[in-house]
T-cell receptor, first 111, second 113 residues
Framework: SQQGEEDPQALSIQEGENATMNCSYKTSINNLQWYRQNSGRGLVHLIL?????REKHSGRLRVTLDTSKKSSSLLITASRAADTASYFC???????????FGEGTQLTVNP | DAGVIQSPRHEVTEMGQEVTLRCKPI?????LFWYRQTMMRGLELLIYFNNNVPIDDSGMPEDRFSAKMPNASFSTLKIQPSEPRDSAVYFCASSFTLQETQYFGPGTRLLVL
């Protein structure tokens, strides 16, 4: 079972609005990654942030990491209908080697 | 690079039959992962390999499931005998190292009747 907690579980917004998704975890991590999954497709890597980084940008995506609060957020600015997908956070813990995925946030962007 | 390749893309079989799913990782990647995804259970890690060696198979649900990686460019996930509750999308992913970005294949959609 997954141990990352993401909220909200589902988010519905209008095109042009910003979407923020959050991810919390319980252990120390080496890095945290965000992935996107379109319906019926495989997961696609979006961005990786290492434990010594606080913020990263990629196009309309902004990821923050607060290791003291054990949380990360993914912000999608100026959302588009094509951003509709499930978004997963995944972390690599310092105590283990494998990537652990959260349960995902289903984002719907209405045109 | 063609990315991670999985076959078949769709499989429909009857309960009790053997099912073999195949995966070709990205060339040069040393780690390979098998996942299962369902609406009820979400994304589950079944097993992963590093340098062709199985590292952790604790996610494999039952003895009916087995996975092999005979070489760096090929892995199989076998279900024998299959049951209706095995119906799911099975993803293979590979990465350069265990902790780096994973690249997912398109998945195999399995339906066991």
């Amino acid at each position: 079972s997954q141990q990352g907690e993401e909220d909200p579980q589902a988010l519905s917004i209008q095109e042009g609005e910003n979407a923020t998704m959050n991810c919390s975890y319980k252990t120390s991590i080496n890095n945290l990654q965000w992935y996107r999954q379109n319906s019926g497709r495989g997961l696609v890597h979006l961005i990786l942030i290492r434990s010594n980084e606080r913020e990263k940008h990629s196009g309309r995506l902004r990821v923050t990491l607060d290791t003291s609060k054990k949380s990360s957020s993914l912000l999608i600015t100026a959302s588009r209908a094509a951003d509709t997908a499930s978004y997963f956070c995944a972390r690599t813990e310092t105590s283990g080697s494998r990537l652990t995925f959260g349960e995902g946030t289903q984002l719907t962007v209405n045109p | 690079d063609a990315g991670v390749i999985q076959s078949p893309r769709h499989e429909v079989t009857e309960m009790g039959q053997e099912v073999t799913l195949r995966c070709k990782p990205i060339s040069g990647h040393n780690s390979l992962f098998w996942y299962r995804q369902t609406m009820m259970r979400g994304l589950e890690l079944l097993i992963y390999f590093n340098n062709n060696v199985p590292i952790d198979d604790s996610g494999m649900p039952e003895d009916r499931f087995s996975a092999k990686m005979p070489n760096a460019s090929f892995s199989t996930l076998k279900i024998q005998p299959s049951e209706p509750r095995d119906s799911a999308v099975y993803f293979c992913a590979s990465s350069f190292t265990l902790q780096e970005t994973q690249y997912f294949g398109p998945g195999t959609r399995l339906l066991v009747l």
